[in-house]
């Protein structure tokens, strides 16, 4: 498996704004340096479009995300 790293608050504050001046996922994932998909399924996990995306909320969300407990299966 290849190693990822998360979005930070400064790239979700750059694709809200992007956003907001209606680019298209590929412009933005070109200026922050990321894939296309990366930006689809991120404005896409909080239930929102590009006309809803809050970068604050979104942080929220992925910090909550990622402090939860994962179930692990005992086979």
């Known amino acids: 498996m290849k190693n ?42 909080g239930g929102c479009n590009q006309y809803t995306y809050w970068a604050i909320k979104a942080q929220n969300r992925a910090r909550r995300n990622s402090t939860k407990k994962k179930l692990v299966s005992v086979s």
Do not use: P, W
């Open 4 to 45: 990822y790293k998360r979005l930070n608050d400064l790239e979700r504050e750059h694709i809200s704004r992007m956003l907001s001046q209606k680019c298209s996922f590929r412009n933005i994932a070109k200026a922050i340096g990321r894939n296309v998909s990366t930006i689809s399924r991120e404005v896409r996990a």
